[in-house]
């Protein structure tokens, strides 16, 4: 009885031995973050790297001098896997680029293409004493934050996106970065969370490196993972209260050719904007819900811009909703308030006000608030276009459609 109890013993020490070393291993395959461990030195303007290295958007390392570089040394038992950047300026293309036998003799590891605004990007193999530099000599270079990390998959607090392919379920088009929340309400946590449908966010007005990173912060939360289409840098944002200001700002021709070559790139069934009248009055949303009511139907029309026709294919919008509109084709208004098993029971509502949280330089001020009620409550939309027949009030974007 004994030698069987000793047996036994000896089986479940092994069994969660292994187990423990399973857990430890998978552990260990998450890289972690070593930044505070590096020493890290710059090309220029020492002065500013803490600015590289804090938890602010809105401060950065920059040089638009020629031959700029960061320059990272690791521990030396911990060398780096990869580094996560957030962009100050425009990003770049960039070379990583080792640290040779010789003095200041630096071997090309890999070529970056010009990424995302928040990029992670992973090293083939580890690195102790590396540098990484614009692919050109002389252009501008800013970077908001910097972090080196250990071998391993990415922890869930690094943003590593994907590009957007394939067709879209859903595309939300907002004049800047947080209107998707203050005015679209829990539009894009609750249906590509909830509901596993395929988002594209379109950006129009053109905004600063800052306002971009928040955008892409805000999107995570919610759940995103495909990168949205960034502003085009053609449209200025300007403070009007007049869409025909905007429009001849922006140039008319240029918006409606724009909004036609975004649906037909993405091909959404259903298209939400905002308010016709927007919103508070911004002109810029009332550009943006102008442009999409014209070009839902100049998509389908190979007539009509036909080299984004060449290039993408027609495509004929199935729904388009515009914020607070009263339609004849029918109204959706949202329970933001469902608890939602995509957030553990959190709401849609909840979801949004913390992604627009996210949006620090706009939350800070307290002027701007996430509102389901009241004057520009972002649960109501009205159904503009329909190619499948009314809503019946079912409340839902893709009735007909499923």
């Not at 890289?31 to 890290?40: A, F, L, Q, Y």
């Not at 869409?243 to 037909?264: D, F, S």
């Not at 999409?292 to 139907?297: A, G, N, R, S």
């Amino acid at each position: 009885m004994k030698k069987r109890t000793t047996a036994l013993l000896m089986c479940f020490a092994l069994f969660f031995g292994l187990l423990g070393c399973s857990q430890a291993e998978e552990a260990s395959s998450q890289g972690e973050d070593i930044t505070s461990k590096c020493k890290i030195r710059v090309s220029h303007y020492s002065s500013l790297i803490e600015d590289m290295l804090d938890n602010k958007n809105m401060t950065m390392w920059f040089q638009k001098e020629a031959n700029a570089f960061v320059e990272v040394t690791a521990p030396e038992d911990s060398p780096a896997g990869g580094i996560y950047l957030r962009w100050g300026l425009a990003p770049v293309d960039l070379v990583i680029e080792e640290a040779g036998e010789e003095k200041n003799e630096w071997i090309e590891v890999m070529k970056v293409p010009k990424g995302y605004y928040n990029q992670y990007i992973a090293f083939p193999a580890p690195l102790a004493h590396f540098r990484f530099r614009p692919q050109e000599k002389q252009i501008p270079f800013g970077l908001a934050k910097m972090q080196v990390l250990s071998p391993g998959e990415a922890p869930s607090s690094i943003q590593v996106w994907q590009p957007f392919e394939g067709k879209a379920d859903l595309m939300v088009l907002v004049a800047h970065p947080d209107d998707e929340y203050l005015y679209m309400g829990g539009v894009i946590p609750y249906y590509c969370s909830e509901r596993g449908k395929k988002v594209i966010v379109v950006y129009i007005a053109k905004m600063n490196a800052f306002r971009l990173v928040e955008a892409l912060d805000g999107l995570w939360h919610c759940g995103v993972r495909n990168y949205p289409q960034m502003p085009n840098q053609k449209f200025k944002d300007e403070w009007s209260t007049s869409r025909k200001k905007v429009l001849n700002l922006w140039g008319q021709e240029n918006l409606l050719q724009y909004v036609t070559e975004m649906i037909r790139k993405y091909q959404p069934d259903v298209i939400v904007t905002h308010d016709e009248k927007g919103e508070y009055g911004h002109g810029a949303h009332r550009a943006c819900s102008w442009a999409v009511e014209e070009c839902v139907e100049k998509a389908a029309d190979p007539s009509v811009y036909p080299d984004s026709a060449k290039e993408y294919g027609v495509w004929q919008v199935k729904k388009c909703y515009i914020h607070l509109l009263q339609g004849e084709l029918g109204q959706i208004d949202f329970d933001w308030r469902t608890p939602l098993d995509a957030f553990g029971g959190k709401n849609a509502f909840e979801i949004s006000t913390e992604a627009f949280n996210l949006h620090r330089s706009q939350a800070a001020s307290g002027k701007y608030v996430v509102r389901d009620s009241g004057k520009y409550d972002n649960s109501l939309f009205g159904l503009f276009y329909s190619a499948v027949g009314p809503d019946t009030g079912l409340n839902d974007m893709f009735e007909n459609l499923e």
